[in-house]
C-alpha cells in the first residue's frame, strides 16, 4: 500500500492511535499523509510526540488521549503546548502506566483494567473519562478502572516487515505498539524495509517479531518513515530536524515555510528527496 | 582533594535517600538524580539496580552520557537486565523501586506538580504533564530533587501530579499502603516527612546554609526540630567519584547556574 492508501481507509471523526513513544519510532510518513488530506475531528490516543504535536498545529484534533507528549531531547511539545494553553483539544491525560492499562484492556476486550496509578492525584479530577472501582474481595480497595481504549485504527513504524504484515523491531524497545495494534479494529503498519517472509530472522532474533499479521491490515514500505523521529538501528533522530521544527510554534511565519517545505508535499518520495537535498548537520540554518 | 562545592553536597545528600534501599530498581529522572543514584552505588548501596535510562540495566560506574550500544562510549558497561518500558511499569506496579523526579510546584503535604500552571482545563503554562507520577509515587518509595527551593515550595499546588501525605490519607489504609515520600533535596537542605502529622520536616542544612535562609524559601509552615544536623559532606573516595568518573565533565553544575 502508498500512504495515500491507508488515509482513504480513514474518515473524518475516527479514534486514530498512534503506536511508538515521544519522538521515537512514530509512523510519521502516513502522519503526514493525514496532514495533507482533509481528515479532521480526529480523537487520537497516543503516547504523544510530534505526531501529536502537527496533528494539533494543523487543527485536526478534536480529542486526545494521551499518556504524555513529548520531544524527548526537547521535553515540552511547543504546538502540543499551544493547543492545551488555548483550549483547542479536549485533553484526557492519563498517568503513562494507566494509558498502558487502557490498550491492554481494549486488546483483552474488558471494559477497564484496575490500578493504584492516579489514586490521590488529580488524574481523576480532570480526566471525566475515568472512574473508580471498588474491589468485589474482602479487602474493598477503591482502585482507578482505567477504561479501554476503543480504537477504530492504529498506525504503527516498524524496522521491517513481510508483505503479510509480520512485523519486527529491532531497536531497543518495542515500546506498546503490539497493543496499539492489538486494541485497533484495524490497524496499518509502515516499515523501514519490506522483507520476504524466509528473510525475517535475518537481522534479529525470533523475540523481535512481536506483531503477527492476524493484527495488520495493510503495510506501506516507508524508508526514513519515521523521520525526524528515531528509529535505531537504522536511524538515529535528526535534532537539527527537530529543533526547527520545534522553533517553528514561535512564529507562525516559520511554521508557514516549514509546512510549505515539508507538508506540504504529495508523497513520502518528495519528502525523501526534498531531504537528500538538505545540507549537512553542521550546516544547517 | 579541594573541599567539596554545594553540587557536590547536593549529590550526596540526594545519594544518601537511597541508603538502606539494597536491591531496589533505582530510577533517577534527570541527570543529576541519576549521577546521584551512580553514586550511591558505587559508594555506599552496592545491590542497587540503575538503568541506562534507555532500556537496559546496566553494572559499573560509568559517566553521565553515556549511551549502551556505542562501542565508542561502552567500555566498562556490562548489560544485567532488559527494561524496556512495559517492564518498568510492571516493576513499578510490583513496588521494587525508588524513583526521584523533580517539581514545578510541592506543598508541605509532598503534593507535587510538574503537569501544568493556573487551571488545568486550560492552563496558563502546559509543562511536562502527569507523566509517570501518579502511578510512581502511590506504588512506591519516591524521592524529590529540587534545585530552586523558593521558586518551587508552594502553599498550595495548581494540580496534583504526585500525591502528598494529606491526599494518600484520605485513600484509606489499603488504598495508599505503599506510598512513601522518602526525602527531598534541595539546593539548600534536605527534608523528610518524619513528623506525626506527616507533614514536611527539615530534615539537615547544607554546609554553609543558615536555618533562617531555608525559612525565608519555605512560604509554609516547616517542622524544624530543636537540633538540625549539618548535611554530610563527601568523602575524599566520593569526591574522586563525582569527579574523576561519574561526572567528569561537570554536568551536575548546570542547575547550580541560574
Redesign the interface.
Known amino acids: 500500500m502508498t500512504e495515500d492508501e491507508v488515509v482513504a481507509e480513514l474518515g473524518d471523526g475516527m479514534t486514530i492511535g498512534i503506536g511508538g513513544?515521544g519522538s521515537r519510532r512514530k509512523p510519521m510518513s502516513l502522519v503526514r499523509a493525514i496532514l495533507r488530506s482533509g481528515l479532521s475531528d480526529l480523537h487520537v490516543v497516543s503516547y504523544g510526540g510530534p505526531d501529536v504535536g502537527l496533528l494539533c498545529a494543523e487543527g485536526r484534533v478534536r480529542k486526545l488521549t494521551?499518556g504524555?507528549?513529548?520531544l524527548d531531547s526537547i521535553?515540552?511539545e511547543p504546538h502540543?503546548?499551544i493547543a492545551?494553553?488555548?483550549?483547542s483539544v479536549e485533553a484526557r491525560?492519563?498517568?503513562?502506566?494507566?494509558f498502558?492499562l487502557g490498550l491492554l484492556a481494549a486488546t483483552h476486550r474488558v471494559p477497564f483494567y484496575p490500578?493504584?496509578?492516579?489514586?490521590?492525584?488529580?488524574?481523576l479530577?480532570?480526566n471525566p473519562d475515568l472512574k473508580t472501582v471498588t474491589s468485589p474481595y474482602a479487602?474493598?480497595?477503591?482502585?482507578v478502572a482505567v477504561p479501554a481504549f476503543d480504537i477504530d485504527v492504529s498506525l504503527v513504524h516498524m524496522n521491517r516487515a513481510d508483505a503479510a504484515g509480520n512485523g519486527q523491531f529491532l531497536g531497543?524497545?518495542?515500546?506498546?505498539d503490539d497493543l496499539f495494534a492489538m486494541a485497533a479494529e484495524r490497524t496499518f503498519m509502515s516499515c523501514e524495509r519490506l522483507v520476504a517472509t524466509e528473510d525475517l530472522l535475518s537481522e534479529g532474533s525470533v523475540h523481535t517479531l512481536r506483531i503477527p499479521r492476524l493484527h495488520t491490515d495493510g503495510v506501506v514500505e516507508a524508508p526514513g518513515g519515521a523521520h525526524f523521529t528515531e528509529c535505531p538501528p537504522d536511524y538515529g533522530r535528526d535534532e537539527a530536524f527537530q529543533r526547527e521544527y520545534a522553533a517553528t510554534a514561535r512564529d507562525p511565519e516559520a511554521w508557514a515555510r516549514f509546512r510549505a517545505d515539508w507538508l506540504d508535499l504529495p508523497s513520502h518520495e518528495d519528502y525523501r528527496a526534498r531531504l537528500a537535498e538538505r545540507t549537512e548537520p553542521g550546516e544547517r540554518r | 582533594m579541594s573541599a567539596a562545592t554545594i553540587d557536590e553536597i547536593c549529590l550526596v545528600a540526594l545519594a544518601e535517600a537511597f541508603r538502606g534501599d539494597g536491591e531496589l530498581l533505582c530510577h533517577p529522572m534527570g541527570p543529576f538524580p541519576v549521577a546521584a543514584g551512580r553514586l550511591a552505588r558505587a559508594s555506599f548501596e552496592p545491590d542497587l539496580m540503575l538503568t541506562d535510562t534507555i532500556a537496559y540495566a546496566v553494572t559499573g560506574t560509568v559517566p553521565l552520557g553515556t549511551i549502551v550500544g556505542d562501542p565508542a562510549e561502552d567500555e566498562g558497561i556490562v548489560v544485567e537486565g532488559y527494561l524496556p518500558f512495559r517492564t518498568v511499569f510492571d516493576q513499578i506496579w510490583a513496588g521494587r523501586r525508588h524513583v526521584v523526579m523533580g517539581a514545578s510546584q510541592i506543598d508541605r503535604h509532598g503534593n507535587q506538580n510538574f503537569a501544568a500552571i493556573g487551571d488545568y482545563r486550560r492552563p496558563k503554562a502546559q509543562l511536562l504533564g502527569l507523566r509517570g507520577a501518579p502511578g510512581n509515587v502511590i506504588n512506591h518509595t519516591t524521592s524529590y530533587w529540587i534545585p530552586n527551593q523558593a521558586r518551587t515550595f508552594v502553599e498550595s499546588v495548581d494540580m496534583v501530579s504526585g500525591p502528598g501525605y494529606d491526599r494518600v490519607a484520605a485513600l484509606g489504609e489499603s488504598g495508599g499502603r505503599f506510598h512513601e515520600i522518602r526525602r527531598i533535596v534541595t539546593e539548600l537542605a534536605a527534608y523528610d516527612f518524619e513528623t506525626p502529622d506527616r507533614t514536611m520536616r527539615l530534615r539537615s542544612v547544607h554546609p554553609g546554609v543558615a536555618i533562617d535562609d531555608v525559612l525565608a524559601a519555605t512560604p509554609f509552615e516547616l517542622a524544624v526540630p530543636d537540633e538540625v544536623p549539618s548535611s554530610r559532606l563527601p568523602t575524599d573516595e566520593e569526591l574522586r567519584l563525582i569527579r574523576e568518573v561519574i561526572d567528569p565533565t561537570g554536568i551536575r553544575q548546570a542547575e547550580f547556574r541560574s
Open positions: 513513544w494521551y504524555f507528549v513529548s521535553p515540552l502540543f503546548r492545551r494553553q488555548t483550549g491525560e492519563y498517568d503513562e502506566g494507566a498502558y490500578t493504584r496509578a492516579g489514586l490521590g492525584s488529580d488524574m479530577t480532570y479487602d474493598r480497595t477503591e482502585l531497543p524497545d518495542l515500546y506498546f
